[in-house]
C-alpha cells in the first residue's frame, strides 16, 4: 500500500528558545532553533503572554525557509504541565487548551507548544496534537505514596525524549517497547531517571520539583528539615526558595554554571571544587538508577543514558562505574525531541493509533 506523505510542522517551546521542525513521511525537511533574546522575553510577565511573539517568530522562520503553510497536514507541539495523563498523542481540544493557558499545574515553557500548534493549525484548518507532555503519569500507586500523607509523588519529567529513545533501542534490539524493561536516564538542565515496564514508566522522579539527582539547573532531592527551617527563617520569599531549586539549583548554585563543558574546563585545569560537585552529580545518578532497578527487581534489559550530559564521555563513565554490574549501557546522546514529536502525530494521521482525548476528569 502505498503511504501518504503528510507533511507535519513540529514546535518545541523552550525557556530560550523556540525549535521547529517540518517533516515529510517522517524525514527531517527543515529544522530551526529560534533564540530568543533573554530581555526581551523577561518583558512577558507570564510565559503564556509570550505567546503571539514566538508565533510570530515562527511564522518568519518557515517563511525564510521557504515552507509552504498550505501542503501541512497537521501541526504538533511539545505539550506542558497539565493535569496526570498516560502517555501517548492527544488532540489539542479545548479542556487541554483552556489549562495550559491557566497553567493549572504551574509554568513551563512547553504549555505554549500545545497553544502554539492549535492557533496554526486552526488557521489552515488542519489538526493539531501534542505527543507524550511532561506530565506522563504512568506511575504504579505504590510509587505515589511519599511517605508524608499530606504530599502525593507526581510523575513530571522528560516523557517525550525517554519515551522516543527507549522505543529506538527497543527497535535496535528487533523488539517492540511494550516487551521490554529499560532504566532511561534523562541528562539535560534537569535530569530524570524513569522506570520503563512493557512500554509504561512505573516511577520516575519529579525533575522539576525537588526530587531525583540534582542537575545542572535544579537541586533535585534536598534534607527537608533544612528545607523547612530555610523557608521559614524569614530572610527568603517563596519565589526565591523556588528559584534556588528550579533554575538556580545544581551546578548553577554550587559553580554558577549550568554549563557541564566549562565544569570541565574548570576540573582540567585543577578546580578541586568543580570536581567534587560534578563527581557527586553522576554519583546521585547513579544511587538514582540503582533505586530504579529495585523498583525493576533487578531484571533490567538495558540502561540508556541520553540528553546533553551524556556527550560528556568522563561523565558517562563516572556513572558506569558504579552501575554496570545491574546490566548493559546504551549511550544515546543529545535529544530528538522534533522527530519523537512527528512520529506521535505520524501513528495518528496513517491510523495506527487512534488520537488519546485530553479530559479534566482524568
Ligand atoms: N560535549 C558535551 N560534554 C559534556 N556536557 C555537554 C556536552 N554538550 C552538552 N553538554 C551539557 O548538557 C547540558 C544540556 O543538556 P540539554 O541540551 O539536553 O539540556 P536542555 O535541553 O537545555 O534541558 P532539558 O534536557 O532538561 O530539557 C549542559 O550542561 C551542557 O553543558
Ligand atoms: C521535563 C520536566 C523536568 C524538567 O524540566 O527538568
Redesign the pocket.
Known amino acids: 500500500m502505498v503511504q501518504k506523505h503528510f507533511r507535519i510542522l513540529t514546535i518545541n517551546p523552550?525557556s530560550t528558545s523556540t525549535k521547529i521542525g517540518v517533516f515529510e513521511h517522517g524525514k527531517l525537511l527543515m529544522e530551526e532553533t529560534i533564540r530568543h533574546d533573554r530581555e526581551l522575553l523577561s518583558k512577558y510577565d507570564a510565559i503564556i503572554a509570550q505567546y503571539q511573539f514566538r508565533k510570530q517568530t515562527i511564522l518568519e522562520a518557515l517563511d525564510r525557509n521557504g515552507i509552504n503553510l498550505s501542503k501541512l497536514a497537521a501541526v504538533v507541539g511539545r505539550g506542558g504541565l497539565l493535569r496526570p495523563i498516560p502517555g501517548g498523542t492527544y488532540a489539542v481540544n479545548e479542556a487541554m487548551l483552556e489549562d495550559l493557558r491557566t497553567g493549572y499545574s504551574g509554568q513551563h515553557a512547553s504549555n505554549l507548544g500545545g497553544i502554539l500548534a492549535y492557533e496554526i493549525a486552526s488557521q489552515l484548518n488542519i489538526e493539531a496534537f501534542i505527543v507524550d507532555p511532561v506530565v506522563v503519569d504512568e506511575m504504579e500507586p505504590i510509587a505515589k505514596v511519599s511517605g508524608f500523607a499530606d504530599v502525593e509523588r507526581k510523575s513530571i519529567f522528560?516523557a517525550l525524549n525517554q519515551k522516543a529513545v527507549a522505543r529506538q533501542v527497543a527497535a535496535e534490539f528487533g523488539k517492540s517497547y511494550e516487551e521490554l524493561r529499560f532504566i532511561v536516564v534523562?541528562?539535560?538542565?534537569?535530569i530524570t531517571v524513569g522506570a520503563h515496564v512493557n512500554g509504561r514508566v512505573i516511577d520516575v522522579n519529579n525533575g522539576l520539583h525537588g526530587e531525583g539527582p540534582f542537575s545542572?539547573e535544579r537541586a533535585g532531592t534536598v534534607p527537608a528539615g533544612d528545607l523547612v527551617s530555610l523557608c521559614f527563617s524569614g530572610e527568603y520569599y517563596a519565589d526565591e526558595i523556588m528559584k534556588k531549586i528550579v533554575g538556580q539549583g545544581g551546578l548553577v548554585g554550587y559553580l554558577g554554571t549550568?554549563?557541564?563543558?566549562e565544569v570541565?574546563t574548570r576540573i582540567a585545569k585543577g578546580d578541586e571544587r568543580a570536581e567534587l560537585v560534578y563527581e557527586a552529580m553522576a554519583y546521585q545518578i547513579a544511587k538514582e538508577i540503582g533505586a530504579a532497578a529495585a523498583v525493576l527487581k533487578g531484571k533490567v534489559d538495558a540502561i540508556v543514558l541520553t540528553?546533553?550530559?551524556a556527550?560528556?564521555k568522563q561523565?558517562v563513565s563516572k556513572i558506569t562505574d558504579r552501575v554496570q554490574w545491574i546490566g548493559d549501557i546504551i549511550v544515546k546522546p543529545?535529544?530528538n525531541e522534533l522527530q519523537a514529536l512527528a512520529e506521535g502525530a505520524l501513528r495518528v494521521l496513517r491510523k495506527q493509533e487512534e488520537a488519546k482525548v485530553y479530559r479534566i476528569d482524568m
Open positions: 523552550g522528560h534523562h541528562m539535560g538542565g534537569g545542572p549550568n554549563d557541564a563543558v570541565e540528553g546533553g550530559l556527550y560528556g561523565f543529545g535529544e
